[in-house]
């Protein structure tokens, strides 16, 4: 090795030993009489001295070296005249008898500091050099160690880790797939796949019984903020269990990872159907950081003229503790909130409950101090309280006020990312309508098993209806996994895809493999997969999973530092087969 210790290492207890290190250079400070240089490498950095009087020819050596450049250092540990306590090695310095240049640097495109002054484009150009920023680092290093505790819980629960192909073939459900020519086949095409879904079922019909992988999946989507085109998740199945037993599983596994990730206890992870999420949050994957459910205005608020709730299919509120001081300009902020395009409401009425107890609406026109008082017992409101309601069309209303309960959570301080809320959503629509395809689509997708309960919905035509054994993970109001009970029947496969508009022939060319496996005995089956990049950067508090992925693309999906996707030239196109 070329060093004796890392530049993290040496202490005060360490003084008089004679070292050698290897680094970058992190900085350098140069006082005349002494010049400074900070040793940075993976494990920390250690101050270097060098002194004009003592050693002249060294030190005008080291005046020259800068930042980036790569060293080899011996010298004797001292204890430095004024320690910095921020850093475990800031008590001590190295005085520098013998300085190594092993290869010298530009200088950087933007400093190489947790709060760098380079902005995202650059960045990633030159990701090699953004990843030796300490907090990057750090977050890849957090990767490694949720990767390394996955494997172990998973493996002491008997899951085997199998690999699956990465090129397989195109199925039209689901989203858009990246696709690869073959060379060999020409004209034809392999898929990336969007997960290892159909392979983990084939898994567990060959008797593998409970199988996991960290495994890439693609997805070739209009990258919406923070999206990726490849993504890593956990995929996991498992055989002869029901949905009950998959919960508890991974309600270990997440557990498990925040004991030994995050030194956090979760005792408790609640289960919640979708339609209490709909009916109490408004949206399917809530923060549940804190309470602010919503409550149905609708028999309080009727009949008194107000012709905007009147009409409306749906009057909905949430009440904000301690909010009724609420000036002019902070209820003005709101309303322009809601009424953002994004958000698309077409106003907010809100009502103050004051601290003498009086209540005070911008509706009160409508509303007599009576009318008033029954709306602020629906919420238990409290004086001091904020009452905000939102009201038209169910769907958006609802979809209008979860982003006002999560802005008025932000204002209040309650969505702390050190504080983590961990829930199961379950029992989730099997079918989800399309208005503009005129048809239904699997909510989850086609292989998840509509609650047995549920099934006769299907011969009757109530599709919507009907609900499927299909879970969510959600954590501080992030979808983090999601799963099913799988259909294990041919015959339910079968029913399943003519609901989605396959003939008979199109489900067997697609998914005839599956179909016919299922005759050889498959047993019944369930999993789920974790958004693994997700799930790193809500561990590591941040709500950008671009820092947790090494070499990510930006928001076109380009990888700018090796200038990804790119032409390709004529010769290897004619090999494909493919014209342009
Ligand atoms: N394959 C599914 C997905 O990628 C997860 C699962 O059902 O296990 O969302």
């Known amino acids: 090795m ?48 060098f002194n004009m009087e003592t050693n002249p020819a060294l030190c005008e050596r080291a005046r020259k070296i800068g930042r980036e450049f790569v060293l080899k250092v011996t010298g004797k540990v001292i204890e430095r005249s004024s320690k910095n306590l921020n850093i475990p090695t800031g008590e001590v310095e190295i005085e520098v008898t013998e300085l190594v240049v092993l ?73 858009r797939d990246f696709v690869v020519p073959s060379r060999m086949n020409q004209g034809e095409f392999y898929a990336l796949p969007q997960s290892p879904q159909t392979f983990k079922q084939l898994l567990m019909v060959s008797g593998f019984d409970r199988y996991y992988q960290i495994v890439k999946c693609f997805r070739d989507e ?62 399917d994957k809530p923060d549940t950081r804190f309470e602010m459910k919503f409550v149905g205005l609708n028999d309080v608020t009727k009949s008194k003229n107000f012709k905007v709730f009147d009409d409306a299919e749906l009057v909905v509120g949430i009440c904000a503790k301690g909010c009724s001081e609420y000036t002019r300009k902070q209820l003005d902020e ?54 905000l309601i939102l009201a038209g069309n169910a769907d958006k209303t609802r979809k209008a006020l979860s982003e006002l309960r999560l802005e008025m959570g932000t204002r209040l301080g309650f969505r702390d990312q050190s504080k983590f809320s961990c829930l199961w959503v379950t029992d989730f629509p099997l079918l989800e309508f399309n208005e503009e395809e005129n048809r239904y689509f699997a909510m989850h997708h086609p292989f998840t098993s509509p609650k047995p309960e549920d099934i006769y919905l299907l011969d009757d035509n109530k599709l919507g209806e009907v609900r499927a054994n299909a879970y969510d993970m959600v954590i501080n109001g992030v979808e983090v996994g999601g799963g099913s009970v799988r259909i294990f029947n041919k015959d ?66 380009r990888d700018t530092m090796i200038d990804a996707p790119s032409a390709i030239d004529e010769k290897q196109l004619k090999e494909l087969g493919i014209k342009i």
Not at 8 to 19: N, Y
């Open 2 to 49: 070329l060093r004796t210790h890392t530049c993290g290492e040496l202490r005060i207890a360490d003084v008089s030993k004679t070292p050698t290190l290897c680094g970058w250079v992190h900085k350098s400070r140069d006082l005349g009489g002494m010049t400074f240089i900070d040793l940075r490498d993976r494990y920390g950095i250690t101050q270097l001295a």
């Open 103 to 175: 290869n010298e640097s530009q200088t950087p495109p933007f400093t190489i500091e947790e709060n760098t002054d380079g902005g995202d484009d650059i960045r990633m150009k030159y990701r090699y050099l953004d990843l030796r920023r300490s907090n990057v680092r750090a977050n890849i290093q957090l990767r490694h160690k949720m990767a390394q505790q996955t494997r172990s819980y998973l493996d002491s629960k008997e899951f085997i880790e199998v690999e699956t192909p990465v090129l397989i073939k195109s199925t039209p459900e689901g989203a």
């Open 222 to 283: 209009d990258l919406r903020a923070d999206r990726q085109p490849e993504f890593t998740q956990i995929d996991c199945e498992m055989s002869f269990v029901e949905q009950e037993d998959v919960l508890n599983m991974f309600e270990g596994l997440v557990k498990h990872l925040f004991k030994n990730v995050k030194g956090i206890d979760i005792d408790i992870m609640p289960r919640m159907s979708y339609a209490d999420a709909m009916k109490y949050y408004g949206c």
């Open 334 to 387: 709101l309303t322009e909130f809601v009424k953002r395009p994004q958000i698309g409401a077409t106003g907010l009425v809100y009502a103050k409950v004051n601290l003498d107890g009086t209540i005070k609406s911008s509706v009160d026109k409508f509303y007599d101090a009576n009318d008033l008082q029954k709306w602020a017992a629906k919420f238990d409101a409290k004086p001091g309280d904020l009452i």
């Open 492 to 557: 339910l496969q079968k029913k399943m895809f003519s609901i989605l508009g396959f003939t008979d022939e199109e489900a067997q060319s697609q998914f005839g493999f599956l179909m016919n496996a299922f005759e050889f005995g498959a047993p019944p089956h369930a999993g789920i997969a974790f958004g693994f990049d997700r799930l790193c950067s809500l561990f590591g508090g941040e709500n950008s999973i671009r820092d947790f992925i090494a070499f990510p693309k930006n928001n076109s999906g």
